[in-house]
């Protein structure tokens, strides 16, 4: 079922968090019995620490093995905010102000007092499954880049006892919200072809570009978040991690993630490589194409599990029309929908070898995102 010799040559994770412990394989660097306080508290009188504060964390996380030890990192672009300011911007934190919970804790939308930006803050629950790791790898991540399908993380709170992240405001929300909420106008397959080639290129960045590259770990349509004209942005990076670099073949780590979204490969046996994401991803692709949930434990059996429910019908090119979205009401190209679920199906392969490098991909769904598909000109599907 191959797919992406049509385009040419190529330049080259239900939202249950998976936490298993594999003794074998256990390092350093995931073990949050060691959470001690990372960034240095820094009393709100203390101007001068207060200045200092982004050089702290660059500080601590160079040397900290959790996010690979790597020294040679560049001073971090996020700003660093009072606690008093980040209580000004949610108007204390109003309930008016929540926009959603995720495992690092509550995001408030707020409004920067300085310069009036509208902001998403995210306040972390010291008894959430996320913690100071989490807080310091998102900082050193996002706080390093810039690229336009990466979430930009403009500041952080790090004051006491208090951990917020402050990030760019996204209007449209997840995709997530977009797939699965009733209540949302369903996306069309143009706009779905668009999210998922961004969204791709995102990945692309973390894997090929950053150096050290970086292992994303918990790729889901929840962490996917949409921008003025449907523009994806990758986003929470608290589980990311270091990926392996010369003859390594990958990073021997506790097991993360999201149930659904997981490689089988890593469930099973901790070592968590650059193909682990690109699992995670094809089941991204499967669920805008098919507006299903990774897990759905509302349908039989058989169903529950995207993947599992998928794979039988990759055989049969008769039955793809069985797996597009209701929703899209025939508004398709055929040619479009064999080609996305040939390079879902390729992503998702149980053995990593077979599963493509992240440049693939990003070839093939610019390509796919490139064919604009016309209801008024093309046919509708009777499905």
């Known amino acids: ?22 003794n074998q394989h256990n390092d350093q660097a995931d073990d949050d019995a060691r959470h001690s306080e990372i960034v240095k508290t820094t009393p709100k009188e203390t101007q001068k620490k207060e200045e200092s504060k982004n050089a702290v964390v660059v500080q601590q996380l160079e040397t900290d093995q959790s996010f690979g030890g790597h ?7 996020a700003k660093p905010f009072t606690f008093d300011e980040m209580e000004y911007a949610t108007e204390n934190f109003k309930p008016d ?3 959603g919970e ?3 804790g509550k ?22 499954t996320q913690g100071i790791r989490e807080f310091v790898v998102e900082v050193m991540t996002l706080g390093l880049v810039d690229h336009p399908n990466l ?23 997840s995709l997530e919200d977009h797939l699965h909420d009733p209540s949302r106008k369903s996306l069309d397959w143009n706009t779905r072809m668009k999210i998922a080639a961004g969204a791709a290129r995102g990945l692309e960045y973390l894997h090929d570009k950053m150096n050290p590259p970086v292992i994303y770990r918990d790729l889901k349509c929840s962490n996917i978040l949409l921008g003025e004209d449907y ?42 490589t650059f193909k682990s994401d690109i699992y995670s991803f094809g089941v991204v692709l499967l669920e805008i194409i098919t507006g299903r949930k990774a897990i759905d434990n509302t ?60 440049a693939d991909v990003v070839t093939a769904l610019t390509y796919l995102a490139s064919q604009i598909y016309d209801p008024q000109i093309h046919p509708v599907q009777n499905c």
């Open 97 to 99: 102000h929540f926009l």
């Open 1 to 22: 079922m191959g797919c992406f010799p049509c385009f040419g040559d190529s330049n080259k994770r239900s939202n249950k968090k998976i936490n298993t412990t594999h």
């Open 102 to 104: 995720g495992g690092f």
């Open 71 to 77: 020294g040679e990192m560049e001073e971090i672009k």
């Open 107 to 128: 995001v408030f939308k707020g409004k920067l007092r300085d310069t009036s930006q509208v902001v998403a803050i995210k306040r972390l629950d010291r008894n959430g």
């Open 231 to 272: 523009h994806p942005k990758l986003s929470d990076f608290g589980l990311a991690k270091v990926g392996p670099t010369g003859d390594n073949t990958h990073v021997s780590t506790r097991v993360m993630g999201t149930y659904g979204y997981c490689a089988p490969d890593y469930a099973m046996t901790g070592q968590l």
């Open 151 to 173: 979430v930009k993380l403009i500041g952080f709170c790090a004051e006491g006892d208090q951990r917020l992240l402050v990030y760019e405001f996204m209007p449209l929300g």
């Open 299 to 358: 349908k039989s059996a058989k169903e529950q599990n995207l993947v599992a429910w998928a794979r039988p019908l990759f055989k049969d090119r008769k039955k793809f029309h069985q797996m597009v979205d209701p929703l899209l009401q025939g508004h398709y190209p055929v040619r479009g929908l064999y080609q996305a679920l040939a390079i879902s199906a390729m992503c998702v392969q149980e053995e990593p070898s077979m599963r493509p490098l992240v």
